[in-house]
């Protein structure tokens, strides 16, 4: 039987390759599912001839994955990027006069998703890994597997005992569309993009749940110790052979002239790929050459981005509208006709603030100019004058509050007006929801509208409401809200969601001091600065009577934090929320375990660390200031040591040399600390 089993998996391969790499498939879906099922009851059969690369596999499972993280053995570095024709003739002008022989391009298209890392070993996969710092990534081998395009085993007996191949993994816009559109229905936010898309499927905890939002990976760029060529554009052919999806686009170019057509192709015929690519990238072919070019500290030499430029559509600006933001901000808001840009809809832009809207002229009824940058986010960048109807008048900035009909204010030398009445809707809505967010509680479990819902049936205030809600209270809500976009979707409150919701509160008794004091939202109080006050006061009562002139002494705490502390803990109604939240049994002082100084061997000195270590980075940073010292991203003639790690970049070291810095190994550097 084993025979048997053998032959369905090739076959079943071979077939899952001609549909997803080559899209020609040669039998139809129904002769493909009696194979699967066939080898699916052979493999139940059989246990011990299970096989975890065997096609069956690729559905996923519905254990919850708890992504490792992995270093990379090559750091995944990023690329320079470039807007015009003349910093594309300076990247060459310089790999030429650094090159003594002559040297090709290859061009490719810049596929606009995530960058994920391959290893092969024996023809298997072995492992695939997102890009993560550049450093380590996630480990998301159980989700790559679902991606049909990548081979589980390769083709042919010429490839490498281990390599790594690197490539994108997009989401293609059926299935983006799809997607959003079921999300909308299920009451969920839509997606901004491909892209975010792409990247919050692979990133789910679920392997099943990601076989079902169909992806594809693109391949393109070889790396390993003993490669088929010393041609990246033959590699890439070679990877072809072994059963990779590498797209046919890849062009050989040798001058300028040659790169800026392969550019205008792209830039026109972009809008009819199934996929969005946002530029094109230029790579110097030979790999002999490309290791002499060598590395910056992030991008390589050898190889430059070149990006589209903005999208830019017309369309008209119906009306404007007026959003308050969690600080009372007024931000004035274009409603368009919607428009295709860019791979999605566009309905709403922002457009910043009252000087904005004046400097580019705009008023309700202008037909407008909107583009999408490299970001989501659309802007309103100009206004065609000539298809402005002749009775528009210029647009007044609203006098009053559109939420509560407070008058605004604005302070001397701000663009911004804001709404002055802490106590209007969205300021309250805006702190629970700051309060809740990701970087500071994190309780995902109230997202999706939900504050909303309990804002409007009065059971919460103030972030400490959160923490007396009882499911008697919460079950049976129900609310329809209107998203950014303006979907209207239903939110209810049923039994497993209420019991959610009430873990995640619960749950979050146990994020530490500086996190809750993020999520205090002092104003101008980052995630960086929380983390300082925590450190420095240890804990809320004694930050909450610090002065401003204890603060200011603090290493990069200025007038303007210490000022904004100092008022925040003035206020009365935030001391009583402060007791609530102690009475709730939050975390407000640091466990001293946590900052506990294990020596002072380091104190006084900057240490600057770059490249590959034993453990991750953030780790060595870690001792550092536990024995007292300071990190330092570049270095100065303050700089103590340079701590030193594999594939540093080499101007670094330069650097360190010219101003006589000691250039320290990992090693010596845990003698230094006597580890
Ligand atoms: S080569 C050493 N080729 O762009 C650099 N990258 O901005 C290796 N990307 O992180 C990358 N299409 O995620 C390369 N044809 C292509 C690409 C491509 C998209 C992404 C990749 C990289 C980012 C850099």
Known sequence: MEERILALRQELEHHNYLYYVLSQPVIGDCDYDMLMKELERLEKEYPWLADANSPTQRVGSDINLEFQQVRHRYPMLSLDNTYSKGELADFDARVKKELTEECRYVCEPKYDGLSVSLTYRDGALLRAVTRGDGIQGDDVTANVRTIRSVPLRLQGNDFPEEFEIRGEIVMPHSTFEKLNAERMEAGETPFANPRNAASGTLKMQKSAQVAKRPLDCFLYFLLGETLPSNSHYENLEKAREWGFKIPPYAAVCHTIDDISTFIAGWDRERNNLPFDIDGVVIKVDNLSQQKQLGMRAKSPRWAVAYKFPAERVETLLESISYQVGRTGTVTPVANLSPVRLAGTTVKRASLHNADQIQLLGIRAGDTVYVEKGGEIIPKIVGV???????????????????????????????????CPDRNCPPQV???IEHFISRKAMNIDSLGEGKIEALYDKGLVRIPSDLYRLTAAQITGLEKIITDDEGNRRKISFGTRTVENMLAGIEASKKIPFERVLYALGIRYVGETIAQKLARNFRDIDALAKASYEEMTAIDEIGERIAGSVVDFFAREDNSALVENLKQAGLQLATDEDAFRQKSDILQGKTIV?????????????????????????SISSHTAYLLAGEKMGPEKLKKAESLKIPVISEEEFYRLIEI
């Not at 008048?393 to 006098?399: A, W």
């Not at 605004?408 to 663009?415: I, K, M, P, V």
């Not at 660390?609 to 991203?633: C, L, Q, T, Y």
């Open 429 to 431: 809505k805006g702190r």
């Open 609 to 633: 660390v770059s490249g590959i270590f034993s453990i991750p980075r953030d780790d060595i940073k870690k001792i550092i200031e536990e024995h007292g010292g300071k990190n330092a991203g």
């Open 384 to 418: 065609n004058r000539e298809k402005r109807p002749a009775h528009s008048s210029p647009t007044v900035f609203i006098s009053h509050c559109p939420e509560c009909g407070a008058a605004l204010q604005r302070n001397e030398g701000e663009a911004a007006w804001f």
